[in-house]
C-alpha cells in the first residue's frame, strides 16, 4: 500500500515538473518575438490570425465668420498612427464625411482661398462610432490707408471716401478724421475703385489692389469740377453710386459738432443686427454754499455737493434687422433715482410705475417703412429733444444745462412717427401720455412733434411744440400749450489747425403757458398768469484739430406760477408731494439765470474730461445753503407737512397750524434756501 502511494506521488510530482517546464519554455518564448511582428494591440501575428479591427466614421462642418457654413473647403486627414493622410473638398453645405478610418487619433486641418486656415483639429476615431467636428475658419482681409488732400495738396478733413468693389459691385463708405486720414481694415482681397467727395470738391477715381494680409495706400487730391475737367486722367470710370449718401436721413454730412448729438462717428461693435451702446458718467462737484447736508437742488445734472459720484451708467444698444427695430438703454447711478422724482403721474391710480420704469431711459419697438427716405414708427419710452441738450450728458457741450432744458423733458411715454421727406429734413409727431409722464394725469392724453432741418452741414434748425395735455395733477381742467426751437451755426472750421480749429454757436427759445382751472395765459379776472419764458446761448472753440473744447453760456428763466421749476428735493419732496417750503401755486413766480464756462479734453471719441465753473442766482431763496435742506434726523417721511424743530412732522401744510402742533414760536424747522449757487465741478465720460 505504501509502494502504490509512492508510485503515485512520483508520477505527480513528474507531471507537475513537465508542466512547469512548457510553462517557462513558452514566456521565453514570448520575450523573443520581435516588436514588429506584433499586431496593434501587441498579440503576436504568428499562430491563428486575430479578426480585422472595425472601422470607425468621422464627420464634421466648415464654418465662415460668423458661424454660417462654408462649402468647398479643403480638408486634409492626417494619422498619428503613420497611415497615409487622406484628402477631401466639403460640399455646398460645408460637411464632410470618412466611413473607413482605422481607429486611433487624427489631426484635421482646413483651408480655402481668401480665408484663413484655423489650427489642426485633434479627434479620436473609436471603432463603430462615429466622431464629429467643426473647424471655423477666418476671412483673410486687408487694409487701405489714404489721406485726402484739398487743391494744394495739404490735408483735408472730414471728406466722404467711398470704396468700391470691383469683384461684388458693393460700395463701403468712410469719413477722413481731423488729419485727413482714412482707413479701412477689413477689405477682401481684390480690387476697389475709391473717390473722395465734400461740397463742391471731388477726386477723380483711383484704382488699388487690396491683398491678403497687406496695407494699401492711396492719396485722393481733391478740386472743383471745373479743374477736374481741363485736367486729363488716365482713370477709369466712377463708381455707379455717388461719393456722398444722400439717401439716409442727415448722412451726407458730419453733424457731431452739434450740442445734444453725440460726436462718435464709429460704432466699434457694430455687427448687421445689433449695435450695442454703453455709457459711463463719473463727477466731482462742490456748491460754494457747503450745505451739510452734500443735498443740491434745483437741476437734473446736479444732485451731492463735494462728493464723487456716479451720474449715468447705461448699457443697451440698437436692435435692427429686416425693418423691424428695437432699442433698450438701461439707466443706473443717481439718474435712476433723480429722472421719475420729477415726473408726478406716478400719483395716478395703482402700480409703482416709478420702479418699473426706474432704470430704463429708453426703450421702444417698431418698423421702418421705406417711404421717402425713410418712415419710422415707433412705440414706448423715448428721449425728448425740447431744451436742445441731450439727456446724456456725452453729447452735450456743457455738463449742467441752463433752465430751458433744465426744466423741460428728457423722456416722452407713447407713439413716436418719424418720417423723412427728404435726407435734410424730420417731420416727427408725438402721441404720449402728457408732459414727461410714465402715466396720463387726467383726461387728455399730450400731443405734439417735432420739425427739424439740416440744410446745410453749417446749419442746424429744430422746432418743438405741444399742447392738449392736461399735465397738472390733481387739476382735470387745466391744459397746457410749449413751444421750444433752437438755431445751431458753425461758423469757423478748420479741423487741421493746431490752434482754433471749429466754432460754433446755439440759441435755443422756449415759451409756454397753461390755462384752466383756475390760471390763464395772459392774466386777469379769469386767474392768475401761468406762464414760462426762457431762453439760453452758448458759444463753442474747439482746439489743437479739434481734441480740446471751451464752451461758454448760459440763460434766464420766468416761470409764472412755477410749473416747470424743478423742486428742491427739501424733507425728501417730490413731483407727487410737493412742500410747503417751496410752493408752486397760481401767482407763485420763479424768475432765475445762470451763466458757466466748461472745458473739455478730447483725446479720442469715446472719451471726455472736463471741467466747468457756473454761478446761478434766482429771485426768491431756492439753492440749498449751509444749513441744507434735510431736516433734523433725516427725512421723516412727510415732505408735504412742515417739520418740528425736533424733525418730526408737524402733520400740516399751514405755518400756523405747524406753529401751533410743534410748540409755538421757533418750534418749526426751516431748510436752508439760497437766492445763489456758485459751483465747480469736473468728471469723465465714456461712451462706446
Known sequence: ??????????????????????????????????????????????????????????????????????????????SLSGS????????????????????????????????????????????????????????????????????????????????HSVADAADRSVVSDADGIFKLDDLPPGSYQIRASKGALSSTVATVEVAKDKTTNASLLLASASTQEKTPSAQPEAPTKRAVDTETPFAYADFSWLNGNSRSTEAPFDTPFFTP?????THFMTSFNQPKDHTLGGATESFRSGE????????GGDFHWQNVRGRILTMFGLYAATTPRNDASAGVGQWDVRSAYRYVSEAYGGYHFNVNHGLNVDAGIFVSYIGLFSYYNYDNWSYQPSFVSSNTPWFFNGLRIQWFPTNK???????????????????????????????????????????????????????????????????????????????????TVDAGCEYGGGVTCHGGKEGPKQSFLGWMAYNRIWFRKNIFALTVGGGMMNNQGRYLTLLPPINGADAVSGSPYFTANPGDKAHMWDSSINLQ????????????????????????????????????????????????????????AALANCGGPGSVWFPDLRRSQASISAGVMVKF
Open 425 to 507: 429734413l424730420k417731420i416727427e409727431p408725438w402721441i404720449i401720455n402728457g408732459w414727461q409722464s410714465y402715466n396720463k394725469f387726467n383726461g387728455h392724453r399730450g400731443l405734439g412733434g417735432q420739425i427739424l432741418w439740416r440744410p446745410k452741414e453749417w446749419l442746424s434748425l429744430v422746432f418743438n411744440n405741444y399742447g392738449n395735455g392736461t399735465d397738472t395733477l390733481g387739476v382735470p381742467g387745466r391744459s397746457r400749450i410749449h413751444t421750444d426751437d433752437s438755431i445751431q451755426v458753425r461758423y469757423f472750421n478748420r479741423p487741421q489747425n493746431t490752434g482754433i480749429s471749429k466754432m460754433a454757436f446755439s440759441v
Open 601 to 656: 479734453w478730447m483725446p479720442k471719441q469715446y472719451i471726455t474730461w472736463w471741467f466747468e465753473g457756473g454761478y446761478r442766482h434766482s429771485d426768491v431763496p431756492y439753492w440749498s445753503g449751509r444749513g441744507g435742506i434735510t431736516p433734523p434726523g433725516g427725512n421723516n417721511g412727510a415732505p408735504g407737512q412742515f417739520v418740528c424743530a425736533t424733525g418730526a412732522p408737524s402733520g400740516t401744510n399751514v405755518l400756523t
Open 308 to 315: 464723487f459720484q456716479i451720474e449715468q451708467i447705461s448699457v
Open 1 to 78: 500500500m505504501k509502494i502504490e502511494i509512492g508510485i503515485v506521488k512520483t508520477r505527480s510530482l513528474l507531471i507537475l515538473s513537465a508542466c512547469a517546464f512548457l510553462a517557462a519554455q513558452s514566456l521565453v518564448g514570448a520575450e523573443e518575438t520581435p516588436a514588429k511582428e506584433k499586431g496593434p494591440a501587441g498579440a503576436a501575428v504568428s499562430g491563428t490570425p486575430e479578426p480585422a479591427v472595425s472601422p470607425g466614421t468621422l464627420r464634421g462642418v466648415t464654418l465662415a465668420p460668423g458661424g454660417f457654413s462654408l462649402g468647398a473647403v479643403s480638408v486634409v486627414i492626417h
Open 84 to 163: 497615409a493622410d487622406r484628402q477631401l473638398v466639403t460640399d455646398a453645405e460645408g460637411v464632410f464625411r470618412l466611413d473607413d478610418l482605422q481607429p486611433g487619433t487624427y489631426e484635421i486641418t482646413a483651408s480655402k482661398e481668401g480665408f484663413t486656415s484655423p489650427p489642426a483639429t485633434r479627434v479620436e476615431v473609436a471603432a463603430k462610432r462615429t466622431a464629429n467636428t467643426s473647424l471655423q475658419l477666418a476671412q483673410a482681409f486687408g487694409s487701405l490707408r489714404g489721406v485726402t488732400l484739398a487743391p494744394g495738396g495739404f490735408s483735408l478733413a472730414e471728406v466722404n471716401v467711398v470704396v
Open 277 to 281: 451702446e454703453a455709457r459711463f458718467d
